[in-house]
């Protein structure tokens, strides 16, 4: 179309062109006047016409680059939308669950936990090396002597595990080996260049069906009830606390609700009347028997558990036996939206289980040869609570306390840096930017008291970062 109109414009032009030196010289008349002004007012219409074409034109292409660059952009954020829901549905995708080799599925898992803390102590000091300085034991609080502040950074609460599963006889054979770096004896001059631990056995079992064969958490108690913390346990001071052999049975009785029977491991720890030392005493004639009832649904989980042990002493012919028994009770209770709360809790007592305690921070019995050759059995009351406040998806914190009093008989005498009385509180704060990476610190302050009455005090920040996988 523009283009047959710039012929006509041509055409016009050119007419124009001829006839207009004409007209100047000849005085036409003014019939031929009326014409040119005729054709001149065409030629003004159509040069407006063309104005417009061009105009619309330029318009036109304007609107096509800005629909093209539109385009364009909303493909780009098309494409990005895309991606970012490909990324999240691959982040919540159920990940394959180890590998299989045959029949067999292997897993293995853990994390990497790094621990830094600053301590006080008002009452005296920690050797080198000792595991105090590490991870809370109420034991291991200073007393009777001038005040101490200790700053040490590990990563030796490190985890590793290794598992398999098969199908067999309609049911699965399973297995776990499992160890870290924490409990081990620091060597002497570890951290003097390399920091280098030996790694420690934790659990290692055999289970098929509902039988379980091997060392695990004692029956005795729920590990998975422990609430979260940037040291190793949380409330020691209050918890029962043993991983060991032991042959258990689990019998469903529906509802959420499974039996636990359990022979254990026995092991007997004295002191003496003179000496607050532990005695590792190794002739026990029986395994300490175990029986947990256990409940757990959506938003709860309950336990009650009994135990009886024979507490055994024997050695150049001459020895005790006595009668040890203890009841723990505890649980985990989710409230709140989303269930980001809890409340969780253990209370627990006996005689003659002190080494179910807080890696025995007070005797089975007291056993003194020397005085009278039998046992005189302690009793032990203990018991945390905690409270988790799930700020948001990502931010929580979590409120700790615990106890333990030690009530040695009167039959004998008690050595006056026997652990009587221990007991605890802490609050923490812990973020997960993504998931399995969480970052915490830790404020516990905590008191240790002995038979003599004197006392030791500890105040301890602690940061933590930690990745599972």
């Known amino acids: ?47 407006a016409a063309l104005k417009g ?6 318009a036109e292409k304007a609107v096509a680059v800005d629909i093209q660059a539109l385009q364009v952009a909303q493909a780009a954020v098309a494409k990005a939308d895309a991606t970012a829901v490909k990324l999240a549905a691959l982040e919540a995708k159920p990940q394959p669950d180890g590998f299989r080799v045959g029949s067999t599925t292997f897993r293995m898992g853990g994390f990497v936990k790094v621990v830094g803390s600053a301590t006080h102590f008002s009452s005296g000091e920690l050797a080198g090396g000792s595991l105090g300085k590490e991870f809370f034991l109420p034991q291991q609080i200073p007393v009777g002597g001038s005040a101490s502040t200790d700053v040490i950074g590990h990563a030796r609460q490190t985890r590793l595990f290794f598992a398999t599963s098969t199908p067999m006889g309609g049911k699965e054979l399973k297995s776990h080996i499992e160890f870290d770096f924490a409990l081990a004896a620091a060597p002497l001059g570890a951290q003097r260049a390399t920091n280098a631990y030996t790694p420690t056995f934790r659990r290692g079992f055999i289970a098929y069906g509902n039988l379980l064969i091997g060392q695990e958490w004692t029956t005795f108690q729920n590990a998975a009830h422990l609430p979260e913390s940037t040291d190793f346990v949380g409330p020691m001071d209050g918890s029962i606390f043993v991983r060991q052999m032991m042959v258990q049975y689990r019998q469903p009785l529906g509802s959420g609700l499974d039996l636990y029977l359990a022979a254990e491991n026995p092991q007997t720890e004295t002191i003496t009347s003179t000496s607050a030392a532990m005695v590792d005493n190794d002739q026990d004639r029986m395994p300490d028997f175990i029986a947990k009832l256990a409940f757990k649904d959506k938003t709860k989980e ?14 150049g012919g001459a020895g005790d036996n006595a009668l040890g028994w203890g009841a723990t009770v505890g649980g985990k209770v989710l409230f709140g939206h ?56 990502s931010v929580r914190s979590t409120f700790m306390a615990g106890y333990q009093h030690a009530d040695y008989p009167d039959t004998i005498a008690t050595p006056g840096l026997a652990n009587v ?11 997960s930017p993504v998931r399995n990476l969480d970052f915490g610190i830790e404020y516990r302050h905590a008191l240790r008291e002995v038979a003599s009455g004197l006392t030791g005090k500890m105040d301890r920040v602690e940061l933590a970062a930690k990745y599972t996988f």
């Open 302 to 315: 309950l336990h009650v558990a009994g135990l009886v042990r024979s507490v055994s002493v024997h050695s």
């Open 338 to 393: 989303d269930l980001r709360h809890d409340i969780r809790f253990v209370a627990s007592g006996g005689r003659g289980i002190g080494r179910y305690f807080t890696v025995g921070y007070a005797p089975d019995a007291i056993y003194d040869r020397a005085v009278a050759d039998r046992l005189n059995l302690v009793s032990n009351v203990a018991a945390w609570a905690s409270v988790k406040l799930g700020w948001t998806a």
């Open 53 to 58: 074409d061009l105009e619309q034109a330029k």
């Open 421 to 431: 009385e221990a007991w605890s509180v802490a609050g923490n704060l812990f973020w």
């Open 1 to 47: 179309m523009l283009h047959s109109r710039w012929r006509t414009q041509a055409i016009l032009l050119a007419a124009t062109a001829l006839t207009t030196p004409m007209v100047a010289s000849a005085a036409a008349p003014s019939k031929r006047e009326a014409e040119l002004e005729a054709r001149l007012l065409r030629l003004e219409i159509e040069m």
